[in-house]
């Protein structure tokens, strides 16, 4: 005998809604449009730490205070060194083993914790300006076409 007279009813089991299976196409599409964007980030970057670097060093050179730069050799020393730094591990990266010994080179040049060199006389402005080719270069040399922004 049943004491409350209302019938319980069982509550309505509800199913999870399924899932829409990703198309396999708009999947790669996605992940191709990601890594396209990483590659113009990249190369964005890459360029910006090759004109900070080649700025450094050609205004290092163009200043008329060549003699006043002396107290500023550190930083100027590792401004390049760290630019060098990054463009030979860049193209490591991308396998360009001419580029990555002519940068690492100039890494061990500018090294701030072991100078090779002072800026102290004219064959050293020299030395600056001569070691500004890389970076220019490695500017007008591009490898391949970027992929336009969507």
């Known amino acids: 005998m049943s004491t409350s007279g209302a019938q319980h009813k069982l509550e309505e089991v509800r199913e999870p809604p399924i899932a829409n299976l990703l198309d396999e196409a708009v ?3 996605w992940v191709l449009k990601g ?4 590659e113009r980030n990249c190369a964005t ?3 910006a ?9 050609l205004l290092a050179v163009a ?5 006043q730069l002396t107290p500023f050799d550190v930083d100027a020393r590792f401004l390049v060194a760290a630019g ?15 580029a990555g010994s002519v940068f690492g080179a100039l890494a061990l040049l500018y090294n701030p914790a072991a100078p090779v060199f002072s800026f102290a006389g004219e064959w050293q402005r020299a030395l600056v300006a ?8 490695s500017l007008t040399w591009r490898r391949g076409e970027l992929v336009p922004n969507e």
């Not at 001569?130 to 270069?137: C, H, M, S, W």
């Open 45 to 47: 970057r890459i360029v």
């Open 84 to 98: 060098a730094m990054l463009l030979m591990f860049n193209a490591l990266r991308t396998r360009d083993y001419a």
């Open 49 to 57: 730490v090759k004109w900070i670097s080649l700025a450094g060093l």
């Open 27 to 29: 999947w790669q599409a």
């Open 130 to 137: 001569g070691t500004a080719v890389p970076f220019i270069v």
């Open 63 to 67: 200043t008329g205070l060549w003699s």
């Open 35 to 38: 890594r396209a964007r990483e």
